[in-house]
């Protein structure tokens, strides 16, 4: 396994724009994990799952972010109608159980 | 409110030097506290976890202490070398139930290791 991938790379688009953003996790992993990093930041929870179940969703998200983790394996992250303050670094993550986790190399957003 | 510090945002040392990291919580009681690299434009990399009842933990240079009662950790990496600079963050990880693995991380510390 080449570990956790996700795509694209860099997004960039207009505020108002939906944006959807596809992680891979290491398969055997059931935990995943939805982080967002600015810059000079530590990454900042989002949300996660366990196996097809999301478990929590960060009070700071606002409704225009949703999840999905179909069938247990990839991961979407969508955005609705962005702002210019969702520009960042999406980092996602997978673990199995409390074991450490491997994260991906993220997906940068710019907001126009 | 639950707080992380890291207390550098950077440090400079030079090579062979002992580089000593800091991280400091309150209001918080994590079961495990983790420590990660990253580099500029990549996602962060695990390097040590420590449990709650644990003192310290060691990985080849890598040195981690937990102490509960200060609500502090110490990261350290003996013999530095330049390939060691990097953003360094330390990360809790709460107690319990189902909650386990949604970490909270610190700021980071930039470490830039001179030859």
């Known amino acids: 396994d080449t570990g956790v991938s996700q795509d694209p790379r860099h997004k960039i688009t207009k505020r108002g724009q939906n944006v959807t953003f596809r992680c891979d996790p290491i398969s055997e992993h059931n935990r995943l994990y939805w982080y967002r990093q600015t810059l000079g930041q530590g990454p900042e929870f989002l949300t996660y799952f366990q196996n097809e179940a999301q478990l929590e969703k960060s009070r700071l998200l606002s409704d225009r972010f949703s999840a999905e983790r179909p069938k247990g394996s990839f991961s979407t992250l969508e955005i609705q109608r962005t702002e210019q303050g969702d520009s960042a670094m999406y980092l996602c993550?997978?673990?199995?159980?409390?074991?450490?986790?491997?994260f991906g190399p993220g997906t940068r957003l710019t907001v126009l | 409110s639950q707080k992380i510090e890291q207390n550098s945002e950077a440090l400079n040392i030079q090579e062979g030097k002992t580089a000593t990291l800091t991280c400091n919580y309150t209001?918080?009681?994590?079961?495990?506290l983790q420590w990660y690299r990253q580099d500029p434009g990549r996602g962060p990399v695990f390097l040590l976890l420590?449990?709650?009842?644990?003192k310290e933990k060691r990985k080849e240079r890598l040195k981690v202490t937990f102490d509960t009662t200060l609500k502090q950790s110490l990261f350290h990496i003996t013999a530095s070398q330049p390939a060691d600079s990097a953003t360094y963050l330390c990360?809790?990880?709460?107690?319990?139930?189902?909650?386990?693995?949604?970490?909270?991380f610190g700021q980071g510390t930039i470490l830039t290791v001179h030859p």
């Open positions: 990360a809790l990880d709460p107690f319990g139930g189902t909650s386990y693995g949604k970490l909270t």
């Open positions: 209001n918080y009681s994590p079961a495990y």
């Open positions: 420590i449990r709650e009842n644990e």
């Open positions: 993550a997978s673990s199995w159980g409390r074991d450490e986790q491997f």
